[in-house]
């Protein structure tokens, strides 16, 4: 069985940074494409971010583009989403995901999902 355990979360004020974390036990975290996801209240799930096994490919929302970056530590087994110039509409629960094979924009294509952890920005 795989676990994600999101951490990292938190309130910041608008134009603020802060560095999620996705810790993943139970199998061989090289072998999952990962991502990150949010949801707003009120909203469908949306896609943030994403990256290769390997690290070597990595996708953004236009949303986030610029602002967001994402990587991997396969050593460590964890995941990060460095969040910079954040805004108010950033708010959201911030979910990792991992999933088999390549990389992907839709949430019903991942396997893993964790807890999720809350990042407010106040403006």
């Known amino acids: 069985q795989v676990q994600l355990v999101e951490s990292g979360g938190g309130l910041v004020q608008a134009g603020g940074s802060l560095r999620l974390s996705c810790a993943v036990s139970?199998?061989?975290?090289?072998?999952?494409?990962m991502g990150w996801f949010r949801q707003a209240p009120g909203k469908e799930r949306e896609f943030v971010a994403a990256?290769?096994?390997?690290?070597?490919?990595?996708y953004y929302a236009d949303s986030v583009k610029g602002r967001f970056t994402i990587s991997r530590d396969n050593a460590k087994n964890t995941m990060y989403l460095q969040m910079d110039s954040l805004k108010p509409e950033d708010t959201a629960v911030y979910y990792c995901?991992?999933?088999?094979?390549?990389?992907?924009?839709?949430?019903?294509?991942?396997?893993?999902w964790g807890q999720g952890t809350q990042v407010t920005v106040s403006s």
């Open positions: 990256i290769s096994w390997s690290g070597g490919a990595r």
């Open positions: 995901a991992a999933k088999f094979g390549p990389t992907g924009r839709s949430p019903d294509e991942y396997n893993y």
């Open positions: 139970g199998r061989t975290f090289s072998s999952y494409a």
